[in-house]
């Protein structure tokens, strides 16, 4: 029994890390998701955040007001989102990060707006390329994120 475990765990580790699951489940070739004309579908496996009044969609959560301006948040967002070995930049405005098992790819494009006094928001719009639900990944995702970027009281 504990030789049947070991071989399982040591297959997930291989399969893991092999790239044919990123050929398999590959990124689009479309053009990246405007976040002034978002509109969410109805599957669970996606997360809009954006600054009050911003947008045509109602967000999953209002944006925070960071006490920075937009390009030191843009700066520490992609330090912060890109720290993760399986995330990659893929546009300016976009990244693409994969689950560590399946490796199945999740789009997140970002805007970063620019408020009064040297204070920013931010519009994220995360979401899954595969299936019906993340299991709520992508919300748990850019939450960590945001919570990293706000200040610590």
Request: no cysteine.
């Amino acid at each position: 029994m504990v030789t049947a475990l070991a071989a399982a765990a040591a297959a997930a580790l291989v399969l893991a890390k092999n790239p044919v699951f990123d050929r398999v489940f590959s990124l689009p070739k479309e053009p990246d998701a405007s976040l002034e004309s978002v509109r969410l579908g109805p599957k669970p496996n996606q997360y809009l955040v954006l600054p009050a009044g911003w947008g045509a969609e109602k967000p999953h959560r209002e944006s925070p007001v960071f006490e920075m301006p937009a390009e030191e948040l843009e700066r520490r967002f992609f330090e912060i989102a890109l720290s993760n070995p399986r995330s990659s930049r893929r546009s300016r405005d976009t990244i693409a990060t994969r689950s560590w098992f399946w490796r199945f790819p999740d789009l997140v494009t970002v805007r970063f707006i620019e408020l009064e006094d040297g204070k920013s928001a931010i519009a994220v719009y995360s979401r899954a390329l595969y299936g019906h639900s993340d299991l709520g990944m992508n919300k748990k995702r850019i939450d960590a994120w945001l919570s990293r970027l706000e200040p610590r009281s």
